[in-house]
């Protein structure tokens, strides 16, 4: 599969680059227009949509051999109280992996106009929260090195706060609800320093965010490193805060929900030295369709129309199919090593149906909620097909949500 590509000595680097190495790779900026590049974007992305390979090893076909489930929970329960929780799963690139001549904030204001308009009410985001972060460190004999790959450090917080982090949570919990409609810069500033202790950083950068910008200082309760800090969430190029806290503040949101998860992690540390090489291998396997796939994913830089577009590629049947056979499938068809591909397969679902689980956790006591979930665009279709069998989760479609408006 050619979007992944980069010669990965150690296992542990090796997993933990593999969805990012699926992210779309960056156009040279100089080489078309915009104007060409929303029409090569366009084009593309018809031909990925009508053409497909022949069916592959690893291929998303599936078959029953044993069993089937007593019920199938597809879809919405017949007879519900109330509307169902409607879901938008919007696989994206990572894009702080995007050179800044080719992707400016700028190129968001049409994704960003046709998220705003579906109206969520929460939006999840690719962090791992505070109690996940809490368990990685506690465990950190399990886990080496993944807190600090994936976790900010919620210190500078607590220091000020004179809090433990479970107190700094209780603290959340008990004083969030009780937010007024238009809370002070004092609270706000209290809030953004609790949700930070409690290691929910992105939801502390939101209430940052929701600041005048003449507000954002240091008190009683925020430090200057803590301001500082904030204030390095609020430029990130990271699509947590081009997209989340972006969509966030323009909504008036007051928290953002951390839905990623490394306990799964376990399974690919418990794995054998065999599976470096063994995945390797297919990820290396060329796809009938990578110079197509290629090339669409470069022509969708430089423009906003051009990144509108490039999000509807990502989140297509297509470009889902094609990720799959490339990784996922193929690793799960793979024999080598007593099919070793197969323990970074279960990697991957663990940690899938975790990420899921958090997103129906944000959701819980808001039935009826509209949930946008912004995700390395890899998981999305494992997504879509895990929420789906929740009694009363509806899946939206990206494509119509991102489609041109009706006149």
Known sequence: MKTISMPIPALAAALGLALAACSPQPADPAATTAGAATNAATDTASTADTVTAPRL????????????????????????????????????????????????????????????????????????????????????????????????????????????????????????PALTENPS??????????????????????????????????????????????????????????????????????RLAAMDDHTADIVRMRAPGALGPVIQGVWAAEHPLDARMDAAQQAYLGSAAGVLEGYRFLNSEAYQRFVIEGDFGLAAATPDEDAVARQYLAWWQVRGLRMAANVVEAAGNQPGARVLVIVGASHKAYFDAYLDQMHDFELVSVEQVLADPVE
Do not use: K
Request: hydrophobic fraction near 45%; charged fraction near 20%.
């Open 57 to 176: 090893a690893g291929s998303p076909v599936f078959e029953r051999t044993g069993a089937a489930p007593l019920i199938d929970f597809a879809g919405v329960q017949a007879v519900l109280g109330g509307e169902p929780t409607r879901v938008l799963v919007l696989g994206t690139a990572h894009l702080n992996q995007l050179p800044e001549a080719a992707l400016s904030p700028d190129h968001l204001a049409l994704l960003l106009d046709r998220l705003a308009a579906y109206r969520p009410d929460i939006i999840a985001v690719e962090s791992v929260g505070g109690r996940g972060c809490d368990t990685l460190r506690r465990h950190a004999a399990l886990y080496p090195g993944v807190a600090d790959d994936y976790c900010t450090d919620p210190a500078t917080a607590l220091e000020r706060l004179g809090m433990t982090q479970p107190e700094a949570a209780l603290a959340v919990e008990t004083e969030f």
């Open 185 to 254: 810069a004092t609270q706000r500033r209290r809030l953004a320093t609790l949700f930070f202790g409690a290691g929910e950083p992105w939801s502390a950068a939101l209430q940052w965010s929701r600041l005048d910008p003449a507000d954002r200082i240091a008190d009683e309760v925020v430090s200057p490193a803590l301001r500082d800090r904030l204030n390095r969430f609020l430029t990130s190029r990271n699509e947590n805060s081009l997209i989340g806290l972006a969509l966030g503040n323009q909504l008036g949101l007051e």
